[in-house]
DNA sequence: GTTAATGCAAAAGCTTTGCACGCGG
DNA sequence: CCGCGTGCAAAGCTTTTGCATTAAC
């Protein structure tokens, strides 16, 4: 059922997703891709990450707190989590997960999957108090 | 500092905030407000509650791709997480919590808080099949 | 009596959607 | 040529804010 064209506003977008090393937002990948494509909109960014959402190309990371962003399934590889840096904003992606922890949950409750987000200071930083 | 007032929509808000098992989104602490002051505004339930959020009387409950909750300080105690029921849509406070989970965090990097959140389902909704 | 808090409504973000046109296949 | 994808603008939602009034102290 794949329809779909394959057109520059949709590989601008993917690829800037791809090409960056964190998650990015619609806000972001709009800027960056119209250094591409600059008559791009807003709405074909929404729609675009949807596309890529449901095929998988993408994936979104809520991080609490915050406006949804996206990051390449590529690039992110399996599972992992994320890291905020309180001063800089930054979201970084954490490659190890914790076992076990599907322990905590009650007796009879079944999970599927869950999410962990670190917030701190990361080491561009931490040195700077 | 306290300058704040005793009114009867921010005690009706803060009950309604304490009574509840779960974390409650601001449309339904309107709505259970309201049953006790008709006029209350939705206005006045968000003011309401920065206000007890900064107080330390209630807390913000972030769940990923889901608008906020909050709930009581009290009812919640310390630290914990939550488990959302991906068939009920309910949130649960999970009491423990995993242990060395700042350990994930790359070398260099300084972890003040975290969040987590299990998804899956709940015991009455394990059974449903 | 002061003045913080409320309620209403308008405004401000962010995200989605309707519609006509253009481009991809 | 056919119709999906795009761009624009308007609509929807959630959350915030301005202002006059109300009520707490």
Same mark, same amino acid.
């Given at each position: ?61 809520? /991080? *609490? +707190?915050?406006?949804?962003?996206? &990051?390449?399934?590529?690039? @992110? #590889? ?15 992606? /954490? *490659? +190890?997960?914790?076992?076990?922890? &599907?322990?905590?949950?009650? @007796? #009879? ?17 931490? +040195?700077?108090?």
């Amino acid at each position: 059922m794949v329809q779909a064209r394959q057109t520059k506003q949709q590989a601008a977008i993917d690829r800037v997703i791809a090409h960056s090393a964190r998650p990015l937002s619609p806000g972001e990948i709009l800027a960056k891709a119209r250094r591409q494509i600059p008559t791009l909109s807003l709405a074909t960014v929404y729609r675009t990450l949807r596309r890529l959402e449901e095929s998988g190309s993408a994936a979104r990371v809520e /991080i *609490p +707190g915050q406006p949804p962003r996206f &990051e390449s399934r590529l690039a @992110a #590889g399996t599972h992992h989590h994320h890291f905020v840096c309180q001063v800089c904003d930054r979201v970084y992606d /954490i *490659p +190890g997960c914790a076992r076990g922890i &599907e322990a905590l949950a009650p @007796a #009879g409750f079944t999970v599927e999957s869950h999410e962990i987000v670190l917030f701190g200071r990361c080491g561009a930083c931490v +040195g700077g108090g």
